[in-house]
C-alpha cells in the first residue's frame, strides 16, 4: 500500500454491519540459526501472537540466519513495524539488519519509499514494497504489509510473519546480539507471558481497531467494552511491578507499548476508544513514559507520522484528510517515578547505545528531537 494522495486509491477499512477481522494469514518463513535442525522440529500450534521452540508451519521455508543479507521494511507509523524496530534496536542488530523506512500513507496497492531522496529504497532500488512482494510472489493475493523481511539479493519478501519476527530476532540471532543485550523472553515468565500477550493482542493491540474499523454499532460496542476491560486489568496489574511481567522488560512491554503510544494522538478520536485518554489512567500513563525514556523505546516513534498515517490512510473514517495539530507530547517526557518498582529495566543486560544518525526520528515529529535540533 502506497502514499498517493486520491482519496479514491486508498484502501476501504470498514464493511458495514460487520465487526472488524484482521486477516493474520502471513508468510510464515522465518530466518533461523540452523535450518536443517528447525525443519526437523514439530510444527508450532496455532498462535496469532507467534511460538518458541517450534518448528515450521506447513510450507514455510526455512532460511538462513546471514548478516546483512536482509533489509527490514517497517514504516514508523505502523505499530506491529514499530514492534521491529523496538527489539532490533534492544538486541543491537543494526548492524546485521538493515532497514528501509517507507512513508506514513500508503495506498491500496502498496507501501512506498517515498521518504528516499529519489522515491526508491536505496538498497533494493524499489519503489513500493509491492514490488519485492511480486518477486517472490507473481500472484501475491494479500495486503502487501510491514514489518517485512526482504532478501536483498533477490529482492524478494522472505516473510511477514510480524508475531514470529521479533521473537526470531531474539532466539534465533544470538550470536549477533550486541554485548549487554537484553533476554526478552526469560524462560521462568514465558508461561505466565504467553496468555498475556495473547489476551493484549486480542483486546488491545487489536482491540483499538475493532473499535476503528467497526461496521455497526453493537460491534463497536462490544470491541470498546473489551477493550476497556483489559486496560483496566492492566492498570491494576501495572499498580504493584513496573513491568507486565515485574521488574525488567520483556517482550510483553513491547508489544504493548506500540498501541500505548498511539493512544491519545490517534485511538482516542479516530477509532472512538475514547472512555479516557491513557494520560488519565495513572498507571498505564506512568507505564508508558517509564518505556518511551528507556532508550529503545521512545527514540523509535515518529508521532508525526503515526497521525499521518491513520488520518489520511483511513479516508472511510476521515474523509477531509485533515492531520490534528494535537495533542500536546511534551508531557511524555515528565517523571514517571516508576523506578521504586525495579530499577534494573534490562535485567542483567544494559540499554542500547545512541541511536544512529541515519536512523533518527525527524526533528520535530517526536519530543525527544525537538525541531531545528
Known amino acids: 500500500?502506497?502514499?498517493?494522495?486520491?482519496?479514491?486509491?486508498?484502501?476501504?477499512?470498514?464493511?458495514d454491519g460487520e465487526?472488524?477481522?484482521?486477516?493474520?494469514?502471513?508468510?510464515?518463513?522465518?530466518?533461523?540459526?540452523?535450518p536443517d535442525a528447525v525443519r526437523q522440529l514439530p510444527a508450532p500450534p496455532a498462535s496469532k501472537i507467534g511460538t518458541v521452540g517450534?518448528?515450521?508451519?506447513?510450507?514455510?521455508?526455512?532460511?538462513?540466519?546471514?548478516?546483512?543479507?536482509?533489509?527490514?521494511?517497517?514504516?514508523?507509523?505502523?505499530?506491529?513495524?514499530?514492534?521491529?524496530l523496538i527489539v532490533r534496536r534492544l538486541l543491537g542488530?543494526?548492524?546485521?539488519?538493515?532497514?528501509?523506512?517507507?512513508?506514513?500513507?500508503?495506498?491500496?496497492?502498496?507501501?512506498?519509499f517515498d521518504l528516499d531522496p529519489d522515491g526508491r529504497d536505496p538498497v533494493l532500488g524499489t519503489e513500493r514494497l509491492q514490488s519485492n512482494y511480486?518477486?517472490?510472489?507473481?500472484?501475491?493475493?494479500?495486503?502487501?504489509?510491514?514489518?517485512?523481511?526482504?532478501?536483498?539479493?533477490?529482492?524478494?519478501v522472505v516473510t511477514n510473519d510480524y508475531p514470529q519476527i521479533t521473537l526470531d530476532f531474539s532466539t534465533e540471532?544470538?550470536?549477533?546480539?550486541?554485548?549487554?543485550a537484553p533476554d526478552l523472553l526469560p524462560v521462568e515468565h514465558r508461561e505466565e507471558m504467553w496468555p498475556l500477550m495473547n489476551r493484549v493482542f486480542t483486546e488491545v493491540n487489536n482491540g483499538v481497531y475493532r473499535c476503528g474499523f467497526?461496521?455497526?454499532?453493537?460491534?463497536?460496542?462490544?470491541?470498546?467494552?473489551?477493550?476497556?476491560?483489559?486496560?483496566?486489568?492492566?492498570?491494576?496489574?501495572?499498580?504493584?511491578r513496573r513491568f507486565l511481567m515485574g521488574d525488567r522488560i520483556t517482550e510483553a512491554d513491547v508489544r504493548l507499548f506500540t498501541t500505548l503510544v498511539r493512544f491519545d494522538p490517534v485511538y482516542h478520536g479516530h477509532f472512538k476508544t475514547n472512555r479516557q485518554r491513557l494520560s488519565e489512567m495513572p498507571h498505564l500513563w506512568a507505564y508508558a513514559r517509564d518505556l518511551f525514556q528507556t532508550p529503545g523505546f521512545g527514540d523509535t516513534v515518529d508521532f508525526?507520522?503515526?497521525?499521518?498515517?491513520?488520518?489520511?490512510?483511513?479516508?472511510d473514517i476521515n474523509p477531509t484528510g485533515i492531520v490534528p495539530a494535537g495533542p500536546d507530547l511534551s508531557d511524555w517526557l515528565e517523571p514517571h517515578g516508576r523506578e521504586n518498582l525495579g530499577d534494573a529495566p534490562f535485567g542483567a543486560g544494559t540499554a542500547p547505545g545512541p541511536v544512529p544518525p541515519h536512523e533518527r526520528v525527524t526533528a520535530g515529529h517526536n519530543p525527544m528531537y525537538p525541531a531545528g535540533d
Open 304 to 315: 508525526q507520522e503515526i497521525k499521518e498515517h491513520y488520518y489520511i490512510t483511513h479516508s
Open 93 to 112: 542488530l543494526e548492524d546485521v539488519i538493515s532497514i528501509g523506512l517507507p512513508g506514513p500513507v500508503h495506498d491500496a496497492r502498496s507501501w512506498t
Open 1 to 15: 500500500m502506497s502514499a498517493q494522495n486520491e482519496y479514491s486509491t486508498r484502501g476501504s477499512y470498514v464493511t
Open 54 to 84: 517450534a518448528g515450521l508451519s506447513d510450507g514455510a521455508q526455512a532460511w538462513p540466519v546471514e548478516p546483512h543479507r536482509y533489509r527490514l521494511v517497517a514504516a514508523r507509523a505502523c505499530p506491529w513495524a514499530n514492534r521491529t
Open 173 to 180: 540471532w544470538r550470536e549477533f546480539h550486541r554485548e549487554g
Open 134 to 156: 511480486f518477486a517472490r510472489f507473481p500472484d501475491y493475493p494479500r495486503g502487501i504489509t510491514v514489518p517485512a523481511i526482504v532478501d536483498i539479493p533477490s529482492g524478494a
Open 214 to 240: 467497526a461496521g455497526s454499532q453493537a460491534a463497536y460496542d462490544e470491541a470498546y467494552a473489551r477493550l476497556w476491560s483489559t486496560l483496566d486489568w492492566l492498570e491494576d496489574r501495572l499498580a504493584t
Open 19 to 34: 465487526a472488524f477481522e484482521r486477516d493474520t494469514q502471513y508468510i510464515e518463513d522465518r530466518i533461523v540459526a540452523d
